[in-house]
């Protein structure tokens, strides 16, 4: 009864605002909005999505969609291209990053935003779309491609390869209805390499996608029939097995995850940590329990809904937030750990619900400090790496590939050249403490002198900071130029190299701290319960 009067009385007021409204109402916004309103009340994951907003939930599904292949960016009031992907229609034709976008056929792009030049250049496949680019630090710089759209399939193995002579690694950044073969593919060619062993899938910023991709993954690792999932909600519940044997039931498993791991992610590594079938490494988890199923409405729209939750083998749920109780602003307090349960794995060792997967060797998150996420942030790696690409045509090997003292110098110019502004967080410490005096009446001459020494001496000083921060920005360098050449793969190549994550992975896979943890030798291990 309450839903039909609230149905009347909505109706009614849209009818009254449009026939009595001094100025016209844009209805469909207006609909938009009230939608987006009614669904904040419960979580969002529950989204509804126009006829013009489904391919948007199609890509991340299925990871197609038809186009030139390419990332694309935003800076400097111009739309420039990322990342051409592999094998893409952008890359045959010769896009490279930092390609500034002027023209896509006849339309101007100047003043357009990221997705009105991503609106352009996607179309049906087999059409043609002409671009007309700015491409720096060349001596001819405008140059024009025509690219013939295809149907383009994103990558969710972006790259595999050995990071020891014994161990295979493994990126898997989504979960999209062609991530198990590639999964497979991947495995198949490590397989290949005579000392292979061990495996890493690192799952660290992956956010999930189809439930039924998790489980095809997990069959490569897990008997069949093994139950790795439940699922539950308004009444009905679901039980998810492995359906076929595995080709690697007992290769060592090492699960990399930070607080970007969620949804499939946490299934597959939820799964492999209470069957200890794997040690997972990294920081922990973001903690979505949720399940969504898409619903068609009419006018060819669609509502993602929230249908149920999920459990993982130890029985434990790993939602971290609880939308059905908000505090009285509306906002969603995370669980916190004192009021988590425990739960058992299979050979008795303690884990938790609640707050997402706690790993099982801890090794926080790098954090990018003052100075590299500035040059992150304002571009100038990116810009470098352009430049480097265009002075350097050809491309050094990928195995050991490192920015040497000379290039580094050389990129140490280049920022000091462009003169590039940034606060530190001591810059930010000092302005607040300034603040503070002031509004409490300390700020005397004095005061004020002895602040003014301090920015002067602790303050920002941008050749000093990238000399000091040299090994931490050079090894992000490294990667960006290695993925001119080598695009992501090549990026993510050197990148791992010297990632502490990967490197404790290999240590635990390679000594007897392996089957340590999974036995419970670590410490954390109690009485199974029967």
Known sequence: MALQRNLKI????????EE????????????????NAMLNTVDPYTEYYT????????????????GIGSYITEYDGRVRISQPMEGSPASKAGLQPGDWIVKVDTVDTKGLKYGEVSKLLRGNPGTDVYIEVVRPYVADSLKTFTVTREKVTEKSVPYFGMVSPSTGFLRLNSYIMNSPQEVVAALDSLKKNPGFSKLIIDLRGNGGGLVESAIEILGNFLPKGTQVLRTSGNGKERVYKTTRNPEFPDIPLAILTDGGTASASEITAGALQDLDRAVLVGDRSFGKGLVQTTFPLPHDALLKVTVSKYYIPSGRLIQALDYSRRNPDGTVARTPDSLTNIYYTSHGREVRDGGGLQPDSVVKNHTYSDILFNLVTKNKIFDFANKYRAEHPDARPLEGFVVTDEEYSDFIDFVVGSEMK???????????IRKQADEQGYMTPGNDSILLALEKSLGSDLARDLEFKKSEINSYLSGEIAGRYYGDGGRIAVEISNDPVVKTAIGILESPDYSAILRGKSGNVKRQRK
Not at 10 to 17: Q, S
Not at 51 to 66: H, I, N, Q
Not at 422 to 432: G, P, R, V
């Open 10 to 17: 909505f109706n009614a007021m849209v009818k009254t605002l």
């Open 51 to 66: 006829a013009d907003d489904k391919d948007a939930l199609m890509k991340m599904t299925t990871g197609e969609y038809a």
């Open 20 to 35: 009595n409204y001094v100025d016209s109402i844009r209805i469909d916004e207006a609909f938009k909005a009230a939608s």
């Open 422 to 432: 940034y606060d530190t967080s001591f810059d930010a410490l000092i302005k607040e």
